[in-house]
């Protein structure tokens, strides 16, 4: 069984940093994905299982980064300049190397998600 485990989800302000982790069970592609209340959930990144490949959505490049520590067997989520449409709850995904990047649909094995709310 694939087990994920997010944190580092918090208050923040507008322009500040947070640092997602995503604690994994084993190595894996992972993906990064957001979804604020009433909204879809949104692709936010993801990378390959030797964290080459990294690919961002269009509203968080150049302010995200995502990598990973293989080591740890962990992905982390480095987000600077947060902005208040950043409020989400965050979750890290398990995809398979023949699906789709950005889609959720595609991805197998889900986090429980942290939530990053920044303020105004």
């Known amino acids: 069984q694939v087990q994920l485990v997010e944190s580092g989800g918090g208050l923040v302000q507008a322009g500040g940093s947070l640092r997602l982790s995503c604690a994994a069970s084993?190595?894996?592609?992972i993906g990064w994905f957001r979804q604020a209340p009433g909204k879809e959930r949104e692709f936010v990144a993801t990378t390959s299982w030797s964290g080459d490949t990294p690919y961002y959505a269009d509203s968080v490049k150049g302010r995200f980064t995502i990598s990973r520590d293989n080591a740890k067997n962990t992905v982390y989520l480095q987000m600077n300049s947060l902005k208040p449409e950043d409020t989400a709850l965050y979750y890290c995904a398990v995809r398979s190397y023949s699906s789709r990047l950005t889609e959720s649909s595609d991805y197998v094995y889900w986090g429980q998600g942290t939530q990053v709310t920044v303020s105004s």
């Open positions: 084993g190595r894996y592609a």
